[in-house]
């Protein structure tokens, strides 16, 4: 039996996996939002839109560190594999196969709170809440962490951005 054609030359049978990667795409997209170019990216604008934004700079630096900071310590002291297992031969590369606590969670719930305190806009915090949601929401889809990895992620976020909003 022959299968229908959709427009532009996609058969039926191939729309689930046209889908799925389409789907996959928008997963891998919606999870750079806790990655480190991203980050290191907001750290360096909120520099060269000036002195205005040096304090917003300077917080975003110190959560950087402190969000990577507690998580490798954890790393250190506490491995967990990923969903996906990933082998490894380093250091660098076991703490990149560890997955307890999700980095990319604790990044996204630091920036939350303080994208939302810094502009104090009700959207902006709605926004952000979302968007940190469905990254910690992508880790688990891509099966990089389970749900205690990217919950206690959301909470080392947290944690840090009370540090460095109280301390720094």
Same mark, same amino acid.
């Given at each position: 039996? *022959? *299968?229908?054609?959709?427009?532009?030359? $996609?058969k !039926?049978?191939n729309?689930?996996? &046209?889908?799925?990667?389409?789907? *996959?795409?928008?997963?891998?997209?919606?999870? !750079?939002?806790?990655?480190?170019?991203?980050?290191?990216?907001?750290?360096?604008?909120?520099?060269?839109?000036?002195?205005?934004?040096?304090?917003?700079?300077?917080?975003?630096? &110190?959560g950087?560190i402190? !969000?990577?900071?507690?998580?490798?310590?954890?790393?250190?002291?506490?491995?967990k594999?990923?969903?996906?297992?990933?082998?490894?031969?380093s250091?660098?590369?076991?703490?990149?196969?560890?997955?307890?606590?999700?980095?990319h969670s604790?990044?996204?719930?630091?920036?939350?709170?303080?994208?939302?305190?810094?502009?104090?806009? $009700?959207? &902006? #915090?709605?926004?952000?809440? $979302?968007?940190?949601?469905?990254?910690? #929401?992508?880790?688990?889809?891509?099966?990089?962490?389970?749900?205690?990895? &990217?919950?206690?992620?959301?909470?080392?976020? !947290?944690?840090? #951005?009370?540090?460095?909003?109280?301390?720094?």
């Amino acid at each position: 039996m *022959e *299968e229908a054609k959709l427009s532009k030359g $996609v058969k !039926t049978g191939n729309i689930d996996q &046209v889908y799925g990667r389409f789907s *996959e795409n928008i997963v891998r997209d919606i999870t !750079t939002f806790g990655g480190t170019p991203l980050f290191l990216g907001l750290i360096l604008f909120a520099y060269l839109l000036g002195s205005s934004y040096f304090d917003l700079g300077f917080d975003l630096l &110190v959560g950087f560190i402190l !969000t990577i900071g507690i998580c490798v310590v954890v790393r250190i002291f506490y491995f967990k594999n990923r969903p996906k297992k990933i082998n490894y031969s380093s250091f660098i590369g076991k703490m990149d196969a560890s997955s307890f606590p999700s980095v990319h969670s604790s990044r996204v719930f630091f920036l939350a709170p303080l994208f939302a305190s810094f502009f104090g806009i $009700v959207s &902006v #915090w709605a926004m952000m809440y $979302v968007l940190a949601v469905l990254v910690a #929401w992508s880790r688990l889809e891509l099966k990089k962490h389970d749900l205690w990895d &990217v919950g206690v992620g959301a909470i080392v976020g !947290t944690v840090s #951005w009370i540090l460095v909003v109280n301390f720094f």
